[in-house]
């Protein structure tokens, strides 16, 4: 089963890591290109601002669709009502943003650029249709056919910015709307969206025009939770991007986008997992022994992430000189480390997670959620403009710290399960120590933290080798 789970969850990385991979490796192209910090700021703001948006039009409902499709007799009904309920939904938001474009483009300050409201409209709205069948891959262990349609949509989508930065004439991309550098990767995103919908539209055609109104109660009652959640996920990880630009100077807020691109090699490994571990928790929660198989799969998880982490913080110091070119960016590369562990605690708060939402419970979440939130809203508005971008990153290494610590308790509470706690504990604070050690410390040193790294690595093996020679037996 962890074999088959393993395996799952390397494929779904590939669909799920990739297309990110790829806007990673694009990081330094734009710091190239772009026209100074400030105009990547405005990048950063769009891409923030979006990812609250697709929370609203999905409303959570992928993983309602996960915990329905596992009662087998509403697997089809699941599916339909769905994905009619998340199309309507999206119709109405895109009808809506392009009555009100240019309103919109004044109050979000972008009344010069109106053209980019309209691209994120039909972003979202392509997006959202894309949901449910992706979900449905998911659910029915199609890991191949998912990571096809990520993969060949975002190889696509990346084609066409690299032509319109150095092969398309400025003369033609203009005739198009395109007369800043900064719209290149917003054009692109839109005709990324409409691949991926054509890709998956042979599932999307599977949908019946059948809406069970009762089963929709249920989803909704299940699901706003979830989307409420989502909102305040979305408020730890996007809202220092959104703001800054309004609290500190562009410049630095545009540094501190460009650096926390190399955080998001640690949200990569999360994001895959999650692709994987979601579905599987719901398919394993009716089996006697879920609670000791959702154990397992944390302290491993922990393990790995940890071993992530230490390899990401011990080797910031040339992966900045690799990923920012531009050494005005490297003022705010300090922020690494921290939303680096800031996201192995996301990564073990969502396997602890997984109590509220196999026993219905998703409303005590979105309350989980939020109290990180509050946590990153009132450290930002208050400190930011004081003490710089370095609060944002506290704030989020704070907000799922405590998310994480809630969540334990009381998960511990309503939904037991046999955590290694000791141990997963003495991971993290090792993961923590060697941290400082490497990169406190001796200032970065990618010799240390690479050694530490193997000491790390050596340690595990010692506390683990029976459990790994019982595995091989």
């Known amino acids: 089963m962890y074999k088959k789970l393993l ?41 923030a601002l979006i990812s609250f ?9 992928e993983t309602a669709f996960f915990r329905f499709s596992a009662e087998k007799e509403n697997i089809t009904k699941t599916f339909n009502t769905a994905y009619i309920f998340l199309g309507l939904n999206a119709l109405a938001f895109l009808l809506l943003v392009l009555s009100f474009n240019q309103p919109i483009a004044n109050a979000l300050e972008y009344a010069n650029n109106p053209e980019y ?52 004439p400025k ?19 839109v005709i990324g969206s409409i691949i991926g919908f054509l890709l998956l539209l042979p599932i999307a055609l599977k949908v019946k025009f059948e809406f069970d109104v009762s089963l929709f109660k249920r989803m909704i009652k299940y699901s706003w939770p979830i989307m409420l959640a989502g909102f305040a996920f979305m408020i730890n990880e996007n809202l220092d991007k959104a703001i800054q630009r309004y609290l500190i100077p562009e410049s630095d807020a545009g540094a501190y986008g460009g650096s926390y691109k190399l955080a998001v090699l640690m949200t990569l490994f999360v994001t895959a997992y999650r692709m994987g571990i979601e579905p599987f928790f719901f398919k394993q929660m009716q089996d006697k022994n879920a609670q000791l198989t959702y154990a397992r799969v944390t302290e491993y998880f922990v393990i790995v992430a940890s071993i992530i982490a230490l390899g990401i913080i011990g ?7 690799l990923f920012i070119r531009k050494e005005e960016y490297w003022v705010a590369v300090d922020i690494v480390p921290i939303v680096v562990i800031a996201n ?47 609060v944002s990153a506290w704030a ?37 120590l060697f941290s400082v050690i490497s990169y406190v410390i001796f200032d970065a040193n990618y010799w240390v933290g690479n050694l530490l790294l193997l000491i790390f690595v050596g340690i595990i093996y010692f506390i683990e080798r029976k459990s790994l020679q019982q595995n091989e037996n």
Do not use: H
């Open 7 to 47: 395996s799952e969850t390397v494929i779904y990385g590939i669909g799920a890591i990739l297309p990110r991979v790829i806007i990673f490796l694009l990081n330094p192209f734009y710091t190239e290109y772009f026209d100074g910090t400030e105009e990547f700021a405005k990048f950063v703001n769009l891409y």
């Open 53 to 61: 948006v697709n929370i609203l039009l999905t409303f959570g409902f």
């Open 117 to 168: 409201i309209t691209w994120f409209a039909w972003i979202a709205f392509f997006d959202t249709l894309c949901v449910i069948p992706f979900a449905w891959l998911r659910f029915n262990n199609k890991p191949i056919k998912y990571s096809a349609v990520r993969v060949t949509q975002s190889l696509l989508q990346t084609g066409l910015i690299l032509a319109l930065f150095l092969w398309i």
């Open 171 to 189: 003369s033609i991309s203009a005739t198009m709307g395109l007369t800043e550098k900064v719209s290149f990767p917003f054009f692109s995103n």
């Open 315 to 321: 080797n910031v110091d040339w992966l900045k000189s």
């Open 344 to 390: 192995l605690f996301f990564g073990v708060y969502y396997n602890l997670s997984t109590w509220y939402k196999v026993t219905d419970r998703t409303r005590v979440g979105t309350y989980i959620s939020w109290i990180g939130a509050i946590i990153t809203l009132l450290l930002n508005i208050i400190l930011l403009p004081i003490y710089g971008f370095m």
């Open 396 to 432: 989020t290494l704070a907000a799922y710290f405590a998310m994480m610590l809630v969540s334990y308790y009381l998960g511990q509470k309503y939904y037991p399960i046999p955590y290694k706690t000791r141990k997963i504990i003495f991971y993290l604070s090792l993961t923590i």
